[in-house]
C-alpha cells in the first residue's frame, strides 16, 4: 500500500481510504472491528468517519455510533498513532442541531463530543461536512440556484469557523481541517481568509466521484491542482452499482439498495445502460469492476484518494485490492470513450 503526502496537511496517508459508515447499521461492531482489522494489515491507514453516521438511515438514535465503534477498536487495540482519523462535524438540515448551522460554537463542541465518542485526544482531519449556503451536491444540481448568498454574511462565518479551529488545532485536539461537498467558489473562498487571516487552511475536500459522478473534473481539478487540495473521493463504487450488483434493477437482501431504494436518487433511466457499459470494460480487459473503478479514481490528474466501504470482509478485500491494479492505456481509453456515451446518468 502506497502513502501520500495529504497536500499540505503534513498528514501522511495511505493511497486507500476506509469509509466505515455502515458501522452501527449495516454492520455490528463486530463486524466494524474485522474491518479495521483488516484494512490496518492491509496498510490502509486513513480511515474516514462523521457525527452523523451511521446512514441508511441515518437516525436520531443512532447518530455518533460509527464513532463509538472506532473508540472501541482503539479502546481494545491501541496504537492511535497508527491511523490518520478524519471526522466532520454535521451541517445544518441534518439529524444532529436540525437547523442550525455550523459555527465556532458548533465546531467546538462537535469536536469535543467526537472526541470523546473517538476515545482520543485528537483527530488527524476535521471536516465540515456541508457548507452552511447550501450545495448541489447529492443530485441537487438539477434545481441549484446559488441565489440570495451573502458574501459578507459567509466572510463572517467561515472567519468564525477558522479562527475556532486555529484554537483547536493549537491545543492539540485537531492536526487539520476540510471541507466535503463544497464548490469551488467555496473552497477559495475558504483558502483566501486562511492566507489573508493568518489561520488554518483547508486541507482537503471530500466529495462524490466515480465513473458515474465526474462533477469534480473541471473547475474542481484545476483548484484541486493548482491549491494541492485532494479529493477525498466518496463513493467511488457508486453505492455498489459499479460492482453490477444491482444490474437488471434487482435489489439483493441486505443491500444498501433494499434499505434506500432509489440510492439517493442515483437509480434512473439512464443508470443501468452506463453501468451495463463499464461492466463491459471490465469484462473486456480482464478486470475486476470494482477493482477497475477504484483504480481510476487513482489515475486522475488531480490527487485522488478513493474512500472505499464494504458490509463484508470479501467486499472490503476486494476493494482493498484495487491498490495494486494499474490500469492500461487501453482500458482507460476504453472508459474515456464509455464516458463520452454516458455522460451522467445520474
Known amino acids: 500500500m502506497k502513502t501520500l503526502t495529504l497536500g499540505k496537511t503534513g498528514l501522511t496517508v495511505s493511497e486507500l481510504c476506509l469509509g466505515t459508515m455502515t458501522w452501527g447499521t449495516q454492520n455490528s461492531e463486530a463486524e466494524g472491528h474485522a474491518q479495521a482489522d483488516m484494512a490496518l494489515e492491509a496498510g490502509v491507514n486513513f480511515w474516514d468517519t462523521a457525527e452523523m453516521y451511521p446512514v441508511n438511515p441515518v437516525r436520531a438514535e443512532t447518530v455518533g455510533r460509527t464513532e463509538e465503534i472506532i473508540g472501541s477498536w482503539l479502546a481494545a487495540r491501541g496504537g492511535r498513532d497508527r491511523i490518520v482519523l478524519a471526522t466532520k462535524v454535521a451541517g445544518k438540515g441534518q439529524v444532529i442541531r436540525p437547523g442550525e448551522p455550523i459555527s465556532g460554537a458548533v465546531l467546538r463542541a462537535a469536536c469535543e463530543a467526537s472526541l470523546k465518542r473517538l476515545r482520543t485526544d485528537y483527530i488527524d482531519l476535521y471536516q465540515l461536512h456541508w457548507p452552511n449556503r447550501g450545495s448541489y451536491h447529492f443530485r441537487q444540481s438539477w434545481r441549484y440556484a446559488p441565489a440570495g448568498i451573502d458574501k459578507a454574511a459567509e466572510t463572517d462565518s467561515m472567519t468564525d469557523i477558522l479562527t475556532t479551529a486555529q484554537a483547536l488545532v493549537a491545543e492539540g485536539k485537531i492536526r487539520a481541517i476540510g471541507l466535503s461537498n463544497e464548490s469551488t467558489w467555496g473552497a477559495a473562498r475558504w483558502l483566501h481568509l486562511a492566507e489573508t487571516l493568518g489561520l488554518p487552511r483547508m486541507g482537503s475536500v471530500q466529495n462524490e466521484y466515480s465513473l458515474l459522478c465526474r462533477q469534480f473534473d473541471t473547475d474542481w481539478a484545476e483548484l484541486s491542482v493548482i491549491e494541492d487540495m485532494p479529493l477525498l473521493a466518496f463513493s467511488p463504487l457508486a453505492t455498489g452499482l459499479l460492482s453490477g450488483k444491482y444490474a437488471g434493477d434487482v435489489i439483493p437482501e441486505g443491500s444498501r439498495r ?57 467486499q472490503l478485500k476486494t476493494n482493498i485490492g484495487a491498490a495494486g491494479i494499474t490500469l492500461s492505456s487501453e482500458v482507460l481509453e476504453d472508459i474515456a470513450e464509455t464516458h463520452r456515451a454516458h455522460p451522467r446518468p445520474y
Open 258 to 314: 433494499s434499505l434506500n431504494p432509489d440510492l439517493s436518487g442515483r437509480i434512473t433511466a439512464r443508470v443501468f445502460p452506463a453501468v451495463a457499459a463499464y461492466l463491459g470494460v471490465a469484462a473486456r480487459h480482464g478486470l475486476d469492476p470494482c477493482q477497475m473503478a477504484i483504480a481510476f479514481c487513482r489515475t486522475r490528474p488531480f490527487p485522488t484518494i478513493p474512500i472505499i466501504g464494504a458490509t463484508s470482509l470479501e
